[in-house]
């Protein structure tokens, strides 16, 4: 495996990433590594938490013949622009940029799409357009919309991660965890600015208002590419029932695919419950090998058309 540092356009950012390419002869089959939310570089890192399941994903793919491009989100890393003032569907822009340089390049052939989390969404998206994408992989995606997936997480938290005592305080002052999530829904809703200040920090509300709104369900109707959809059993941020509706909504090729034990990051996890608070110990984990084999696997199967570059499209 080889790897280059290359840049590409964005409207008027310009974007930073790796390629990644394998042994062999040109052309390759190529896949687009897309991360999941928050402000992470190529290899799907945030600054305080190392994920690393681009750079993961890129090496499992080379070994099978395939080129990678994964990038930095706008504002992170060697990427051009402002992280905070970025939106959702700036950031699913900023995937087709990507999408269309892949295919511009000349030792690229077919191409499928590999979103993680929010980069499934952008995915699916990619695969309901009108685009000569072989096929899209999304790995813990939602189906729903982001108002809903919001709610599903404060409710699992509510039951299965507050302490009991907790629990019995904010019933006492007529509140909940999932009435907590939807005051703040209301509040990032109200917002009409690129960021606002909620609690401590700065967040960048404009993303999280368009993801609130966003409902992957009419993109997932009009794929017209293989879709290969896992989800981990144990992840609770994404709920695995999701997949239900993927393979209700996605066209007849779709496959879906919940793995016992894996959690929203797609390492192993055999504790009876995930926990927010023990993710930075899940992240020493490799990726779970169901997870890249199971990926593997569709590759292998899923039929390779003509690439964009060769059609045009």
Request: glycine share 8%.
């Amino acid at each position: 495996m080889r790897e280059t540092d290359v840049t590409f356009a964005s409207g008027d950012v310009t974007l930073a990433g790796t390629m990644a390419w394998p042994d062999g002869d040109a052309p390759f089959p190529a896949a687009l590594l897309i991360a999941g939310s928050g402000s992470l570089d190529r290899n799907a890192n945030h600054k305080s938490l190392a994920l690393n399941l681009s750079r993961d994903l890129a090496r499992v793919l080379t070994d099978e013949g395939w080129a990678t491009l994964r990038f930095d989100k706008r504002g992170v890393g060697e990427s051009g622009g402002n992280y905070l003032s970025t939106g959702f569907f700036e950031e699913l822009a900023d995937a087709e940029a990507a999408l269309d340089w892949l295919g511009a390049h000349a030792d690229v052939g077919p191409i499928v799409a590999i979103g993680h989390s929010a980069g499934g969404l952008q995915a699916a998206e990619l695969a309901g357009r009108e685009r000569k994408l072989a096929g899209a992989v999304l790995l813990a995606s939602p189906a729903q919309d982001g108002e809903a997936i919001l709610q599903a997480q404060a409710r699992d938290v509510g039951e299965h991660m507050v302490p009991g005592p907790v629990k019995l305080l904010l019933k006492l002052f007529g509140t909940s965890v999932e009435k907590q999530q939807a005051k703040a829904t209301a509040r990032v809703k109200a917002t009409t600015t690129d960021s606002a200040r909620m609690g401590l920090t700065r967040k960048n509300v404009k993303w999280l208002r368009e993801f609130i709104a966003y409902d992957p369900a009419p993109a997932l109707r009009r794929a017209n590419a293989p879709i290969l959809a896992i989800t981990g059993a144990k992840d609770i941020q994404v709920n695995a029932a999701d997949l239900e509706i993927v393979a209700a909504v996605a066209p007849a090729t779709t496959e879906v695919l919940r793995i016992h034990d894996v959690d929203h990051l797609m390492p192993p996890e055999p504790a009876e419950i995930s926990r927010l608070k023990k993710y930075r110990k899940q992240l020493k984990k490799p990726v779970d090998p169901r997870v890249t084999d199971a990926v593997v696997d569709w590759l292998r199967r899923v039929p390779l058309g003509e690439s964009r570059a060769e059609t045009g499209a």
